[in-house]
Nanobody, 118 residues
Framework: QVQLVESGGGLVQPAGSLILSCAAS????????MGWYRQAPGKERELVAV???????NYADSVKGRFTISRDNAKNTVSLQMNSLKPGDTAVYYC????????????WGQGTQVTVSS
């Protein structure tokens, strides 16, 4: 079992910046991939960015060049640096952790609201 606790959401003006953080606990040594997803009202949950234990990253096209995902394996945390924020980035952001054993298990944080508005 893995528990994920998110922090850092809030209200920010367009073109502003925000940092989201996620701390993992539990069976942390079994975590393979961590990432961030988001869900806006009326839309499906979508991938924002993911990062493997070895540091390989993947980003949604809509956030490339603006967002940076990072991972600290020693501290069991994953962060999302969000720059040049747009109103379209407004959503609930969820931290995720994937475990791959004989089967694949995905765990989710509670979500944190990010609102980009003037």
């Amino acid at each position: 079992q893995v528990q994920l606790v998110e922090s850092g959401g809030g209200l920010v003006q367009p073109a502003g910046s925000l940092i989201l953080s996620c701390a993992a606990s539990g069976s942390i040594f079994s975590i393979n991939t961590m990432g961030w997803y988001r869900q806006a009202p009326g839309k499906e949950r979508e991938l924002v960015a993911v990062i493997t234990r070895g540091g390989i990253t993947n980003y949604a096209d809509s956030v490339k060049g603006r967002f940076t995902i990072s991972r600290d394996n020693a501290k069991n945390t994953v962060s999302l640096q969000m720059n040049s924020l747009k109103p379209g980035d407004t959503a609930v952001y969820y931290c995720s952790a994937k475990i791959v054993l004989t089967n694949t298990y995905t765990y989710w944080g509670q979500g944190t609201q990010v609102t980009v508005s003037s």
